[in-house]
């Protein structure tokens, strides 16, 4: 595995030593990631080839691809993929999904400090995995990553309000047993309610980018209680809960869906994609 490279003494700063230990979780049982993470909807792929050049032929740059959730979609559509990912496991398996696909790449790294190719892209794209790059450089490294006109392409996703409601209002009391630092009534804000300007703000602070062109997709998934737990496992707050409280958790939750929600349940997402174009 690769030696975690930070810019400060881990002990110097707690919310780095937080952010590094979740984003290492994932790694930990990446079959069960492959398996259970959701993909993207068709029209953000469609938006990536019309506003952040992700076309046929396009020159992508993906940072944190995962197993290749989004790296997959793409490849499909002709785009030449350079894909870095810092957790071994992870990038094994989408070099496994990606077998197919000469023109993609994956390197085991991590972006902070990958070295940059000389050859610029014509995107570097970030799907559900900006987030976990160090915010000093995440932005600064994208801009040198880019041509000129190049764009970043940052993708988010939220659990917003919707789906089967009346289970989500129900869990917070699962989470309240067993989880210590869960804020009493947590509740899915409304899809209209969530905020994108830190995003925004963050890249504009840089001088590197234009303005952010935002578009909003929500989909709805339905779980199966199994299926349902398997997502759960595949969160890095989950994990990184102790195992006995982590094991009491989720068997709350089972009984729940199973008991009071017929076996089933519906999660919606709102995901959001940002375009920056480099100036």
Known sequence: MPEITTHTRRDDNPEESRRERLRRTFDEDAELYDRARPGYPPELYDDLAELAGAHPGGRVLEVGCGTGQA??????RGCRITAVEAGPHMAAIARRNLAGAPAAEVVTAEFESWPLPAEPFDTVLAATAFHWIDPAVRVPRAADALCPGGALAVVRSQHVMGGTERFFIEVQR??????PETPPGLRPPAAADVDNSDHAEEVARSGRF???VFRRYEQDLTYTTPEYLELLRTY????????????????????????????????????????????
Do not use: M, Q
Request: proline residues 5%; positive net charge; hydrophobic residues 35%.
């Open 174 to 179: 699962c989470y309240e047993r067993f989880d």
């Open 236 to 279: 890095s707050g989950h994990r990184a809960l102790p195992e006995a409280a982590r094991r009491g958790l989720l068997a709350s939750i089972a009984d729940l869906i199973n008991e009071r929600y017929g076996g089933r349940v519906t999660k919606r997402y709102l995901i959001e994609l940002g375009v920056s174009r480099r100036r």
């Open 210 to 212: 234009g303005p952010t």
């Open 71 to 76: 790296t997959v979609p793409l490849a499909d």
